[in-house]
């Protein structure tokens, strides 16, 4: 029996007695003449084991006016000091590509569906134990060749860890630690990130700790990356290991400060069609903030990676910077000019290496919607623009211009797969154009759509695969 058919189960009883009116007060219960207010629901967070609703504990369920909160800091004991969340999120998203992968094979050109549910249980006993249950069910319709690895996932566990966490010292410091396992979102995803767009997300196996106050954070981490099996139980990778610490400041808004430091150890790293042994370490850190007495604002961002690949020494690198604008118009507009260059190889392959291994990136925020270039071998330049033409409506415009960084190294798609060899001395890779709006109704509700066009560039013509690619998509998402 599933996962699912199991939590559904346990659940029904709680959620049915929740949500009936009748179960939330006595029969000869006296309406105060004036109800207080609840307090304000904290925000969904794309990890949702982030969001603390304990501020919902003092009220009673049947006096919030959300349905959806009502299952929230429900009490399991009669003091109240055991108590749990339900929560989870629904989306569909269609999706359809012309020439996809700058192909003009007959199956480069589908049209498919792709859902995603996911639930979960948040269970805090007293204010320092807590465990956490996220499962999910993944699916993938109509595409002709098959679900890719990042679209199906069936009955499975995104998150399922026990941490504690307590006050230490003078100052207060909340300490934490977290054994299972659990998703990372560390600074803008350049680096780690759970890659929600797409189907299956993206999840480790480990034990990971935290030491933080109102104004700084450290993290660290010791895990293996968790390998989606579609219909089995997904089980980490044993060749790899991952691991480092995750510094933020946030004390200042005029300029919030991270660094960090990473291990990433393999006995099966590929590059260029040579499997090798890897070790390499990233050591990295990110600055943003805004140019005080103006509508400016910036932000930088780079690492430098070292250690060995099989016989062969590891120099790489990524840099990247963006600078805005926030004239104050109507609908809130913001323009800005950015830059991304990632280190590619000189010696072709075996040997030293001096590609970037982009590691754990959501890439899709960065490298444009189709997911067709990633971070590594590269030199992008970006335009955006964003407005919201209302406060539930936001509109989003980017272009982009790609160019391989090096002649000797492949050019490399957003999943870090090659998507063309070094087949000439051609540098021009590809240009591309998104256009994205969503609208949110409420907190709950998200609709999107988007039309993303890449021209291929000169590069990819003389690797034959010189179609201009059309990628649409539609989504609608529910949260609670």
């Excluded at 759509?449 to 059309?470: I, N, P, R, T």
């Amino acid at each position: 029996m599933g996962v699912f058919v199991h939590v559904v189960r346990i659940l029904a009883p709680v959620v049915a007695a929740v949500l009936a009116p009748s179960a939330l007060a006595a029969p000869d219960a006296v309406a105060p003449a004036q109800a207080p207010q609840p307090p304000k629901p904290p925000k969904y967070e794309n990890l949702r084991f982030r969001e603390d609703w304990s501020v919902f504990c003092p009220t009673c369920p049947g006096e919030r006016c959300d349905v959806t909160d009502r299952l929230k800091a429900l009490p399991l004991s009669p003091d109240g000091t055991v108590w749990v969340n339900i929560g989870g999120q629904a989306r569909a998203r269609f999706e359809s590509f012309t020439n996809y992968g700058f192909s003009d094979n007959p199956d480069a050109d589908d049209d498919w569906l792709l859902t995603r549910l996911r639930l979960h249980v948040d269970l805090h006993v007293g204010p320092a134990l807590r465990l956490f249950v996220e499962g999910i069910q993944a699916d993938q319709e109509a595409r002709e060749l098959g679900p890719r690895p990042v679209d199906e996932n069936h009955q499975d566990l995104l998150n399922a860890f026990v941490d504690y966490h307590g006050p230490v010292g003078p100052c207060c410091v909340d300490v934490g630690a977290r054994v299972g396992r659990q998703e990372f979102l560390f600074g803008k995803q350049r680096v780690v990130g759970p890659l929600d767009w797409a189907n299956t997300r993206r999840t480790f196996e480990g034990a990971s700790a935290w030491a933080k106050t109102s104004w700084w954070r450290l993290d660290a981490l010791v895990v293996r990356p968790v390998l989606v099996d579609r219909y089995d139980f997904d089980e980490d990778d044993e060749d790899t290991l991952f691991a480092g610490v995750y510094y933020a400041n946030t004390a200042c808004d005029a300029c919030r400060f991270d660094a960090y430091a990473f291990w990433f150890d393999t006995d099966a790293a590929t590059w260029l069609k040579v499997t090798t042994d890897e070790s390499r370490f990233t050591v990295g850190a990110r600055a943003d903030g805004v140019v005080g007495g103006t509508v400016l604002d910036w932000e930088v961002e780079g690492a430098y990676q070292f250690g060995e690949a099989g016989d062969g020494d590891i120099s790489a690198g990524f840099v990247t910077a963006e600078v805005g604008c926030k004239p104050c118009w109507c609908w809130s507009p913001r323009f800005a000019l950015g830059a991304d260059w990632a280190s590619g190889d000189h010696d072709g392959p075996g040997g030293d290496v001096g590609t970037y291994r982009q590691l754990y990136p959501t890439g899709h925020l960065w490298f444009g919607w189709a997911d067709l270039v990633g971070r590594q071998n590269v030199v992008a330049g970006r335009f955006t623009a964003t407005a919201k033409p209302t406060e539930t409506l936001f509109v989003r415009f980017d272009a982009h211009a790609f160019r391989r960084a090096t002649e000797e190294d492949a050019a490399y798609n957003a999943a870090g797969g090659v998507l063309a060899g070094p087949v000439d001395d051609e540098l021009d890779l590809a240009q591309e154009l998104d256009f994205q709006v969503k609208w949110n109704p409420d907190r709950h509700w998200e609709v999107e759509v988007g039309w993303s066009h890449v021209f291929a560039g000169k590069f990819l013509e003389d690797a034959g695969l010189d179609q201009e690619v059309d990628f649409w998509w539609a989504s609608v998402t529910f949260t609670f």
